[in-house]
């Protein structure tokens, strides 16, 4: 079967890292996406890996290790705005296969 | 536009009625796709375009539900029969091509069946 896991909910303060955690067993695996998806709004792009290692784009970079069927999203210097919901997603064929998100919340 | 659109926005129906769902995709788009999120849940996917022809239908939940793409631009998801378990947000996403190729997502429909 498919299954793609990652935590519910994840809480940080503004200016820490925080590290979002995906790991995926599917039959196929053509990339892995992160998106970013605010209450009430569309999911937004946000990165794209199919080769092992870390990719950096801002104060985002994605991570992924395809012999452990792992991938992380690292948030760094965190800002209020950067609350919502994390969709992990895997490209296994002709959609992609969605996580349940992780919600995380930014306090000051 | 510059991003996919969909309409309506929000749509509450009585069950047992018959409800249309649009997409439009960005233009140049070929791959369009319609997923489903329901509350707490992840995005599900139901079915994906090519151009005008549909090679992948399986996420269809039943034969309630179909969908169609005209002059490879618009795409129309019709729920026949509404049922309270239909009530999710109906996500429309469209993509240069198909598999590795980013999917870009509308606001989506907030269908609510009562």
């Known amino acids: 079967g498919q299954n793609i896991d990652q935590p519910t909910e994840m809480t940080a303060t503004e200016g820490a890292i925080v590290q979002i955690n995906c790991t995926y067993q599917t039959s196929g695996f053509n990339g892995l996406f992160w998106y970013q998806q605010h209450a009430g709004e569309a999911p937004t792009f946000l990165s794209y890996n199919v080769l092992d290692g870390l990719e950096e784009k801002g104060r985002f970079s994605s991570f992924l290790s395809r012999s452990k069927g792992y991938s992380y999203l690292l948030l760094k210097e965190l800002q209020m705005k950067d609350s919502a919901s994390y969709l992990c997603a895997v490209s296994a064929g002709t959609a992609l296969i969605f996580g349940k998100g992780t919600t995380l919340s930014v306090s000051s | ?114």
């Open chain 2, 1 to 114: 536009g510059a991003g996919v659109s969909q309409s309506p926005s929000n749509k509450v129906t009585e069950k047992g009625k018959d409800v249309e769902l649009r997409c439009d995709p960005i233009s140049g788009h070929t791959a369009l796709y319609w997923y489903r999120q329901r509350l707490g849940q992840g995005l599900e996917f139901l079915i994906y375009f090519q151009g005008n022809s549909a090679p992948d239908k399986s996420g269809l939940p039943s034969d309630r539900f179909s969908a169609e793409r005209t002059g490879e631009s618009v795409s129309t998801l019709t729920i026949q029969r509404t049922q309270q378990e239909d009530s999710a947000v109906y996500l429309c996403a469209s993509s240069l091509g198909g598999n590795q190729e980013t999917q870009y997502f509308g606001p989506g429909t907030r269908l609510l069946v009562l």
